[in-house]
Nanobody, 125 residues
C-alpha cells in the first residue's frame, strides 16, 4: 500500500507556472505507475498526465499537452507535475494517483488504486 500527499498548489496569474509534487510513502514507489488528475468545480475528475514506473514513458491529455510535464524521482519517492503557460481553465483540484496492477499507463480513474487528497490550483485571468 502507498500513501500519497500532494503539495505545491496555489494562486497564479494566467501565463504563470506552478510545480506540483506528490510525495509517496513506502519503499516500493518504483513499482507504481503514477498519474495526475484534476477536478474543476461542477465537473467530473479528468485525466491530466501519467508516467511509467521507470519514468521513461509519459502520456498527456490534449488540453495540457505541450504545457505540462510529468516526471518522477524514484530515489525521492516523488512525482512532479510542472505546469507552464497556465490558463484560467486549468483551475481545479489536482490529484495524484498510483497504480500497482496495470502494465501500461492509465487514463481512467478506475485504473488507479491509490489517491492523494488533492491540492488546489487557481489561475486568475
Amino acid at each position: 500500500q502507498v500513501q500519497l500527499v500532494e503539495s505545491g498548489g496555489g494562486l497564479v496569474q494566467a501565463g504563470g507556472s506552478l510545480r506540483l509534487s506528490c510525495a509517496a510513502s513506502g519503499r516500493t514507489f518504483s513499482s507504481y505507475s503514477m498519474g495526475w488528475f484534476r477536478q474543476a468545480p461542477g465537473k467530473e475528475r479528468e485525466f491530466v498526465a501519467a508516467i511509467s514506473r521507470s519514468g521513461m514513458t509519459t502520456y498527456y491529455s490534449d488540453p495540457v499537452k505541450g504545457r505540462f510535464s510529468i516526471s518522477r524521482d524514484n530515489a525521492k519517492i516523488t512525482v512532479y507535475l510542472q505546469m507552464n503557460s497556465l490558463k484560467p481553465e486549468d483551475t481545479a483540484v489536482y490529484y495524484c494517483a498510483a497504480d500497482y496492477i496495470g502494465s501500461g499507463l492509465g487514463t481512467s480513474e478506475s485504473y488507479y488504486q491509490y489517491w492523494g487528497q488533492g491540492t488546489q490550483v487557481t489561475v486568475s485571468s
